[in-house]
């Protein structure tokens, strides 16, 4: 937006200085969002408003070592604002996979273009997982809020098209945002995990899209490598216990390998943590307090991590982290 902002002014300045500026698209959105009518939304809106190129966004991109997405929703498409629908394509690279996500405001619809995908959907608790292979020419739904994956299993790029029935879906990738809420939560509800152990598996997720499962790599003759890990959530010093937090040196000489005993078992593949990673530095210095990585208005990624104190009988307190 920054950037469309600068360019708009930039275009402007050599077009004609008596044209009134453009207005930022957070500007045009809230102009549209106030419209009475449809009509009215039509006349605010710039031919160029309705089109949005994929092969060249203007921002809602999200990439990771197996491929990116290109979302374009009421953050960076004007054109969608009042109609309640937004698309996001998707370019994967050989074993790109969409790691496990849910969209808190849309049901999806997902058409696989020219690969069969494999997919899988867990609606909600009591659910039965669901695998779905989608065909090239086929499309498969993923219900409002239900955690979905999909992988490209060829060694071919592949390409897939999501419309959503929301101009502003959202999007909350499972691994990225659980390992985020505060380790000893995190460690309590795994059954006892420490700290330590939550920060080093923790410390391990890739960005989304990132490489699929082993079989598809060796396949292809992909090594997995060390994959980006900015998506994960911030950690702020209210996120992580006392002791941690307030001793980022020491929390860091304190964060290791993930033992044997706390790696999930469908990890066992994985390359050995002192092998391939460098020990994980301490999270707590590596992400800076207080800063999301993600500063795009259209990246998923940049949600604060509210904490809310829920005091006996009715009242809510927020204590809310930038
Ligand atoms: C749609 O499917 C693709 C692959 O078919 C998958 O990566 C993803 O989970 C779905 N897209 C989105 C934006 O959820
Ligand atoms: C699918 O389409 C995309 C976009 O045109 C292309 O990059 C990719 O190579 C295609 N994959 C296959 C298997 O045809």
Same mark, same amino acid.
């Not at 966004?57 to 999200?62: A, F, H, Q, R």
């Not at 996979?97 to 997902?110: F, K, L, Q, S, V």
């Not at 071919?156 to 939560?185: K, S």
């Not at 790696?263 to 707590?284: C, E, F, H, Y």
């Given at each position: ?22 207005? +930022? ?5 809230? @102009? #549209? ?6 009509? /009215? ?6 031919? +160029?408003?309705? #089109?949005? %190129?994929?092969?060249?966004?203007? +921002?809602?991109?999200?990439?990771? @070592?197996?491929? !990116? ?13 009042? %109609? ?13 996979? %969409?790691?496990? !996500?849910? !969209?808190?405001?849309?049901?999806? =619809? ?20 669901? &695998? ?15 955690? !979905? ?18 101009? /502003? ?20 509800? #795994? ?11 923790? @410390?391990?997720?890739? /960005? ?5 499962? &082993? ?20 950690? &702020? ?6 002791? =941690? +937090? ?6 860091? @000489? ?42 795009? /208005? ?21 204590? =809310?982290?930038?």
């Amino acid at each position: 937006m920054f950037k469309l902002a600068f360019i708009s002014t930039f275009a402007l300045g050599c077009t004609s200085a008596v044209k009134a500026q453009a207005p +930022s698209v957070a500007q045009l959105v809230a @102009s #549209l969002r106030q419209a009475p009518t449809e009509v /009215d939304r039509m006349n605010l809106l710039q031919d +160029s408003d309705l #089109l949005f %190129n994929f092969l060249a966004p203007p +921002s809602g991109v999200t990439t990771g @070592s197996g491929g !990116h997405t290109v979302a374009a929703t009421s953050g960076n498409f004007p054109g969608v604002v009042g %109609n309640g629908v937004s698309m996001t394509i998707g370019f994967l690279g050989p074993c790109g996979m %969409n790691t496990p !996500h849910t !969209h808190p405001r849309a049901t999806e =619809i997902n058409f696989s273009l020219n690969t069969t995908l494999r997919g899988g959907v867990l609606v909600e608790n009591g659910a039965r997982f669901i &695998d779905v292979e989608i065909a090239p020419g086929s499309a498969t739904v993923f219900p409002q809020g239900a955690i !979905h994956f999909e992988m490209n299993p060829s060694c071919e790029p592949a390409m897939f098209v999501a419309g959503f029935n929301n101009e /502003d879906p959202g999007v909350q990738q499972v691994g990225q945002r659980y390992f985020g809420l505060p380790p000893d939560i995190v460690g309590a509800a #795994l059954g006892g995990l420490g700290v330590t152990e939550i920060l080093g598996l923790e @410390s391990k997720i890739p /960005d989304n899209v990132a490489y699929g499962v &082993d079989e598809c790599l060796q396949r292809c003759g992909i090594t997995r490598g060390n994959q980006p890990t900015a998506q994960l959530q911030p950690v &702020d010093a209210g996120n992580s216990p006392s002791g =941690i +937090s307030s001793v980022p040196a020491a929390a860091s @000489s304190t964060v290791r390998p993930v033992s044997s005993s706390a790696k999930p078992a469908s990890s066992s593949a994985r390359p050995a943590p002192s092998s391939s990673a460098p020990a994980p530095s301490s999270i707590l210095s590596r992400r800076p307090i207080g800063i999301p990585i993600a500063t795009s /208005d259209s990246a998923p990624f940049g949600a604060r991590a509210v904490e809310t104190n829920v005091a006996a009988p009715e009242v809510t307190s927020f204590k =809310i982290r930038a």
